[in-house]
């Protein structure tokens, strides 16, 4: 594909400038020579280079992707263990299921 043409839109605008100095950022820590690149064209480069760049930015990507999902759920967890806990106070009842002297009744 010549300069200056793209196949592909952005979702966020936004994020091009992020995703560019991540590029960028990863390309130093790989040591890959970035001298070749003539403005945002990386056309010149080698495509074992370019995969490695693109290859270490999807797996940081994946990595912040699980690492939020996992903190949502913590997140969710604790409200619904809140919830429950404000629920069974404002009540004043117990939860069968959770009384100690009947456990051994149950099991």
């Known amino acids: 594909m010549a300069a200056g043409q793209k196949s ?4 966020y605008a936004q994020a091009k400038k ?6 960028y950022e990863i390309s130093k820590e790989l040591n890959i020579d970035t001298s070749p690149i003539q403005g945002d064209y ?3 480069m080698t495509a074992r280079d ?6 270490h ?4 990507m994946i990595e912040a992707a699980e690492r939020t999902l996992s903190q949502q759920a913590v997140a969710n967890v604790q409200a619904g263990f809140r919830a429950g806990l404000a ?8 939860n069968p299921n959770l009384n100690l002297n009947t456990l051994d009744q149950h099991y």
């Not at 370019?50 to 290859?55: E, H, K, L, P, S």
């Open 8 to 11: 592909n839109t952005l979702v």
């Open 18 to 23: 992020a995703l560019d100095q991540m590029k």
């Open 42 to 44: 990386w056309g010149y």
């Open 50 to 55: 370019c995969g490695a760049v693109g290859g």
């Open 57 to 60: 930015m999807v797996k940081r």
């Open 87 to 94: 629920n069974q106070n404002n009540q004043n009842t117990t």
